[in-house]
Each structure stands twice: as C-alpha cells, then as structure tokens.
C-alpha cells in the first residue's frame, strides 16, 4: 500500500502521533519510553509555553491506515528573532525502516516551513536545543541517559539518502569513577586556584533551591549567548524549568561559585531517571512507587550535567578547573556513585571538550544536527 501523509487535527491523531514510538522501539531494549502525558504537553500549544513563541504542524505517515512515521514542522520566533535567521526545524521524526515514508515525512515538513517563509530547516530538535535534540550517529550500544535520545543506526541512514547533512555534531562524555587520574599538572592548578581563594563556592538546598536554579538560567543564558544554535528560555519556559528541576534534582549535584557575593559560575547534573522510566513504559501508576524502589540503586549510580556555564570575565581565571573538581569531589564521597555523562557538547566547543578530556572522559555517543536549504 502506498504511504499516506495527514496532519494531526484531531485528539485521536495526537494519540497516534504520540504512541507511535513504542511501536517502532519496541524491539529496541536501550530506547527509553518518555512519558505519554509530558510528551502529549509538550506538543501541544497552550499546555507548554515553549508555543508563546512558536507555531508547528504535526505529520503522520500512514501505510495500510497504521502509522508508520511522524514528524514535526516547527517555527520558533524567539530563535529567529534573537539569531536573525529564518530557520525551521523538523522534530520529533520516528519511523520505521520504511524509506518511501521518511522521504514523505520529510518532503511535508520542508513544504510547510517553505510555506511559512523559512529559509532553511534545521533537526531534529524536539523542540529547540533547550529540549532533547540531535540523532544518535555513534554509541548505539549505550543506553541513553535522561533527557537524551536513542534511535537505531537506519535513521541517519533514512536522512541522509535525502540530502540532509550534518550542521553540528553534539559530543557525550563519561567520566567513570574508576578512572579519573588527574593529570599532575591539573592537580597542581587546582590547588593553586584554590590557595588563591578567589571565589566562594557552595552546593544549592531546599532553602535556596528556586532562587539557585533562576541564577543558574541567569549564568546559562550569558555563557551560551555566542554558541551555536543557542535560543533563550522565554520567562514561561524559564519558570516551567524551575518547577520541572526542583521535583528531581539533587541539590548535592548543584554547584554554584561566587566572585564578590556574584553567582559567577555554575554546574548543574540530574540523576539519571531512564532505569525508572524504562520500567514506567510511558504511564505513572499505581505501581509507581515500587518501580521507583527497583530503580533506586541504578538512578543513584550515576547522573548528567544538564547545565554548565561561567561567566565571560571569570572563564580565565581558572574557574571551570573549580567547578569540575568540585563537582567530582562531591561525586566521589557518594559510594554509590559510578559515573557522570557530561552532554550534550558541541563539536566547535573546544574549551569545554578539552577540560572533559583532562578530567578523563572520553566520547562514548555521539549527536547530529542536520540542515537542508529550502528553495525560495
């Protein structure tokens, strides 16, 4: 049967675009299944503040009458309006190994975005860069850690048979407890930095929580301005963030450094949630708490830096060498705690590719943003 593309209208549709991963993954025991209610918020304008400033449609592939693909067509003005570009981007893209499919999808979501002025498309970005984004092209033997895709090998195959390439790569890094060794030069600058006592550091708490997470936003909107791809947190989305964080995060693995009573610099890494939403399938339920009990000694085994950021006038003065070590040193008297996935980086971001390095990560998966001019 020949493939057949729909927009989403109806509540039902959105059903099927939002269940349509756990049928193409459901052979794939390292994909990890969001849940169903999040995922059906974030698409949804009116519900998720992220569409304050954007607009979208949203595509079905259908073979026989059952899906077999989607993706989402998205036009973020805050992006737009802060980079000077016209970009559009395609998210959200699940399909199965079914080429005439993916071609379509593709082919609607170019069609709109050209209909919408666009110059170019950008994606997957799920549904910004402040959100999951990129497609898993290295380390497809991993499991994913939280808020971060895993698709199989074909999806770089499927896009890239339709002239889609790569714009930027994202690097994930893992730094295993077992095999951190500090070089001897890197130890000796740190204990001359902090002999210098410079700066004042301390971990976030439940008393401080919410105005350390806002100072936080405030370092990572200044850091990152100039990076590629970058787009600032709308107010909304900025409080949204704030509330989402203050439920998982472990204020022990929030680290701000101050300069003169200045938040100057920060690191903030979640603990790792995918063993409990792997066991969830999508729906909080009843047996949730007893999921939660299976999956407490995975979660406590390891975490990822979600937010990195120091201030331009500190970057030289040795900060981030503070951050890390203390972040590490935090770690590391948590005899539970195994590993850290700093991610996502980007490939250009040498500075910050150069001090995983040095605190012995190495790049085990790796992420790409693709693009595809749009024709006027």
């Not at 290295?138 to 339709?162: C, I, K, Q, S, T």
Request: hydrophobic share 45%; proline share 6%; charged share 25%.
């Amino acid at each position: 049967m020949p493939v057949t593309i729909i927009p989403v209208r109806s509540g039902q549709e959105l059903t099927m675009f939002v269940d349509l991963p756990f049928t193409v993954h459901k052979e794939n025991p390292l994909w990890v299944a969001p849940l169903k209610s999040q995922e059906r918020a974030l698409l949804t304008p009116g519900k998720h503040p992220f569409w304050e400033f954007a607009r979208r449609e949203l595509f079905l592939a259908l073979r026989d009458g059952r899906p077999v693909g989607r993706i989402a067509a998205i036009v973020d003005e805050n992006y737009n309006s802060y980079a000077c570009q016209s970009c559009g981007a395609f998210g959200f893209f699940e399909c199965m190994d079914d080429g005439e499919a993916a071609a379509a999808l593709i082919d609607n979501a170019r069609a709109w975005l050209k209909s919408e002025n666009m110059a170019f498309m950008r994606g997957p970005l799920n549904p910004s860069t402040n959100y999951a984004c990129g497609l898993l092209v290295d380390g497809f033997d991993l499991a994913p850690a939280v808020m971060m895709p895993w698709n199989p090998p074909y999806y770089a195959v499927l896009l890239e048979r339709l002239r889609l390439r790569k714009e930027q790569d994202l690097f994930a890094w893992l730094i295993e407890r077992d095999r951190i060794k500090s070089p001897d030069w890197l130890a000796a600058e740190i204990a001359r930095l902090k002999a210098e006592n410079r700066f004042t550091c301390r971990s976030s708490g439940k008393a401080t929580l919410t105005e350390d997470i806002r100072a936080m936003l405030d370092i990572y909107r200044e850091s990152w301005a100039e990076n590629w791809g970058f787009s600032p947190l709308s107010r909304a989305e900025s409080a949204q963030l704030v509330n989402e964080l203050k439920r998982i995060l472990n204020p022990q693995y929030f680290i701000l450094f101050f300069h003169d009573n200045e938040a100057v610099g920060g690191v903030v890494a979640l603990p790792d949630m995918n063993p409990l939403l792997k066991r969830l399938n999508g729906k909080i339920g009843i047996t949730a708490p007893w999921h939660w009990w299976r999956a407490l000694p995975e979660i406590r085994s390891g975490c990822r830096t979600i937010l990195f950021g120091i201030k331009d006038t500190y970057r030289l003065m040795g900060l981030p060498l503070l951050l890390f070590d203390l972040l590490l040193e935090t770690m590391r008297k948590n005899p539970r705690f195994q590993w850290v996935e700093g991610s996502w980086v980007l490939e250009d971001n040498t500075s910050t590719n150069d001090l995983l390095e040095d605190f012995s990560g190495r790049i085990t998966k790796r992420y790409r943003i693709y693009r595809q001019e749009i024709a006027p």
